[in-house]
Structure formats: C-alpha cells, structure tokens
C-alpha cells in the first residue's frame, strides 16, 4: 500500500494544480475560445479522476481490505466514508447547495432577467436532469450497501479455510470497484448536464470540500497525536 499511498498523494497535489487552472478560466466566457478553453481543462479534470479510480482499482486487487479502511486518509475522512471513499449523493447536495449560493449573491440580476449562466442560473430542465440522477444513484447506492451487508452478515465464513477467505476478499473487492465506478459515472453525468461554466464552478467547489475536510481532518489528527 505505500505505493498507493504515495500515488494518493501525488494524485491529490495535481488535483490543487487542476483547481488553480479550473479558477484562472473567465468567470463569464465570452468566446468560442472561451468556451474551449473550459472544455480542455474540464476534460483534464475528468481524465485526473478517471486515472484516480483505475489505479484504486489495481489497488483494490492487490489488497481489498486495506483499501477499504484507506489509511492514507485522515481520521474525519475515514469517518466519512461510504464504501472506501465519498457517498456518490453528496454530488448532488453540492450541486443544490452551490445554486443556492449563486442565485442569492446575483438574485437582484436575475429578478431583473439578466442570465449569469453560473450554477444560480440553472433551468428548470437542469433541475429535473438533477432530480432524477440522483434518484436513480440512490437506487444504486442502495444496492451496493446491501451487497456491502450481505457480504459483512457471511463473516462467519472467514473462520474457515483460507479459500473461504480468497473468496470474501474477491467479492469485497467487487463491491468496492462497484461504488468507485458509482463514484466516477456521478461526477461524470453531474458535469454532463451543466453548461461548460457551471462544470468547471462545481469541479472547483468539490474539490474545496475535498481539500477542506482533508485539511481539517490533518489539523485534527495532528491535534489528537500531540495530546497522547
């Protein structure tokens, strides 16, 4: 696991570099190079995620169990966690929350029917697009808990031989790669159904909440390591 760990940090050192591109793009694009511009550095960001989860996913392979507590995360991230990692809905709140932001910082304009074409700005068939994504993730994500449930209700079995064992740790690993894929194809169709700058303001606040928490988290652990 050190190897990933190591990736894990790396990974998440790019991910600030990606965040500082994603904020130096014109707040309102203008252009059609504007709007290229967005596309190219969104794409960026999509393809660093994907990256993320494919080498999780050899990892997961390698040792499932390690993976799934995450060691490299700190304490308040682990207490966070769905299956190994963030709870694919939380997009969704994000989203809702981001909207609300923008539509109360630039409500005078829109009463007065100027576009601001941020996350404020979302259509009405946006926010049914909204809606039932995240329905239909729920579904998802309650499935694969179950799976997770079932899989935890036959620990009883892991007191037998060790091919007992090879196969809880095989489908361990399913449920795990399931919830990462759940993870990447949510981001994917939340960043589908935003216009290129509402894509990149909702990149931008996931990742803040992602350095947040790991932030916090790190000053708590060091707190905590200092009181013992």
Known sequence: ??????????????????????????????????QHHFLHVINKVMSHYAEYYHVKSLAAEQDALSVFVA???????????????WRPTTAFHLVYSEASIHFEAHIIDILRGFRTGDLGDLSPAQFRRVSE????????????????????????????SSTDLDVKTVQLTSVLKKADDLRL?????????????????????ASELHFGVRGWGLTQDRHRSNNF
């Not at 993730?137 to 079995?157: F, H, M, P, R």
């Not at 194809?185 to 606040?205: S, Y």
């Open 185 to 205: 194809r949510t981001v994917r169709k939340v960043v589908d159904l935003l216009t290129p700058q509402q894509a990149v303001e909702f990149l931008i606040a």
């Open 1 to 34: 696991m050190n190897g990933y760990t190591s990736f894990n940090d790396s990974w998440f050192q790019q991910l600030h570099r990606l965040v500082q591109q994603l904020s130096s793009c014109p707040k309102h694009p203008t252009t059609t190079e504007h």
């Open 133 to 160: 994504l995240q329905c239909e993730t729920v579904k998802e994500e309650n499935a694969i808990s179950e799976e997770l449930s079932e899989w935890q209700d036959g620990v009883s079995e892991l007191m037998g």
């Open 71 to 85: 060691p490299w995360a700190t304490t308040l991230e682990r207490s966070l966690h769905w299956i190994g990692g």
